[in-house]
């Protein structure tokens, strides 16, 4: 969302009033982003702008009901597919790499 910040209008999480908060191991056969995730900080440089802009494009997608939600994860690994990496990015390599990854996936996936 650089350089424009959405926020959003729920209420914000108050650590103070918390009682509890519970986690489980994640099913990661279904929830295939966490591994994903995972992959591109091991990778590193460029991998992570991708990673993180397909996701972003992916999950606009969903909510506009124009992909299921598994669907975003092919994106995602099609992206990451795609890209070749760099290994130590200016800002100006970032930002051009989210700007690739949205044009990279509009040509595969765009309406």
Known sequence: MYPERRYLNDERLDFETLAQITFE?????????????????RIG?????????ANEYAVEKFLKKSVTFLQIYGMIVYAMEQHTVIETPTL????????????????KFGE
């Open 45 to 53: 440089g460029t991998m992570t702008t991708v990673m993180n802009a």
């Open 25 to 41: 191991k994640p099913n990661t056969e279904v929830l295939r982003g966490i591994p994903l995730a995972v992959e591109s900080a």
């Open 92 to 107: 100006e390599d970032i930002l051009e790499t989210e700007k690739w990854t949205y044009r990279t996936l509009d040509e």
